[in-house]
Nanobody
Framework: QVQLVESGGGSVQAGGSLRLSCAAS????????MGWFRQAAGKEREFVAA????????YYADSVKGRFTISRDNAKNMVYLQMNSLKPEDTAVYYC?????????????????WGQGTQVTVSS
């Protein structure tokens, strides 16, 4: 039902910024909860940020709070993750995810649809 494609990853120095984008297909995009997760080499996939449909709240992992901002443009079927003050610890493959019904936004198993991922590398 939903296809997701991430873009915007790359290599930056510590303290730099990147903006990730996720293009989504779907007739009812505005009804979907959208999340960002990341997975570093040899580690479990972890929650980064999530946003519910229009009027809903946003959620952030403690490690990125104050530095990352999730947003969406339902008219364009797009979700964004603005990442500022990047740290080497942020290095990972970043994935966007979606589902029409999410009870625990921080749990990856709650999401049915996933993008292919985009690599973010932050050098010190």
């Amino acid at each position: 039902q939903v296809q997701l494609v991430e873009s915007g990853g790359g290599s930056v120095q510590a303290g730099g910024s990147l903006r990730l984008s996720c293009a989504a297909s779907g007739r009812t995009f505005s009804s979907y909860v959208m999340g960002w997760f990341r997975q570093a080499a040899g580690k479990e996939r972890e929650f980064v940020a999530a946003i519910r449909g229009s009027g809903g709240p946003t959620y952030y992992a403690d490690s990125v709070k104050g530095r990352f901002t999730i947003s969406r443009d339902n008219a364009k079927n797009m979700v964004y993750l603005q990442m500022n003050s990047l740290k080497p610890e942020d290095t990972a493959v970043y994935y966007c995810a979606a589902d029409i019904r999410i009870r625990v936004v921080t749990s990856p198993r709650e999401y049915s649809y996933w993008g292919q991922g985009t690599q973010v590398t932050v050098s010190s």
